[in-house]
């Protein structure tokens, strides 16, 4: 039976295990590191709509403070990574169909508040 590149089949086998182990690692930190940007986006999201949301109440709207609002959001945007090509690809129907499903409610309910 022939050698294999590394030695012996143990060799091949516990590199092969490493790698194995060492990948998921590395997904697992990747999936847990893009859970925690983009649920801190989201959480910004919805905190500066809901404070705007209260601003457009007010009769004497200054607009600095609502750039100071958004200014929060832009931060967190601008920390928050792109999503990854891959990702992108996997989930691209459902993400581009979520995404005019919410477009399409908000500018709907926007419609039907009169604002």
């Known amino acids: 039976?022939?050698?294999?590149?590394?030695?012996?089949?143990g060799t091949a086998e516990?590199?092969?295990r490493l790698f194995a182990?060492?990948?998921s690692f590395f997904a697992a930190g990747l999936f847990a590191d893009m859970w925690l940007?983009?649920?801190?986006?989201?959480?910004?999201?919805d905190?500066?709509?809901?404070?705007?949301?209260?601003?457009k109440r007010k009769a004497d709207l200054d607009?600095?403070?609502?750039?100071?609002?958004?200014?929060?959001?832009?931060c967190a945007l601008a920390a928050a990574r792109p999503i990854p090509g891959w990702l992108?690809?996997?989930l691209g129907k459902g993400l581009a169909s979520a995404?005019?499903?919410?477009?399409?409610?908000?500018a709907a309910i926007a419609g039907r508040t009169g604002s």
């Open 14 to 16: 516990r590199l092969a």
């Open 21 to 23: 182990e060492v990948f």
């Open 63 to 74: 607009a600095g403070v609502v750039y100071a609002e958004l200014a929060e959001y832009d």
């Open 99 to 106: 995404w005019t499903k919410c477009s399409g409610s908000d």
């Open 88 to 90: 992108e690809w996997l």
């Open 37 to 45: 940007v983009y649920a801190g986006l989201a959480k910004s999201a």
């Open 47 to 55: 905190r500066v709509f809901r404070n705007c949301a209260a601003l």
């Open 1 to 9: 039976m022939p050698l294999s590149t590394f030695g012996d089949r």
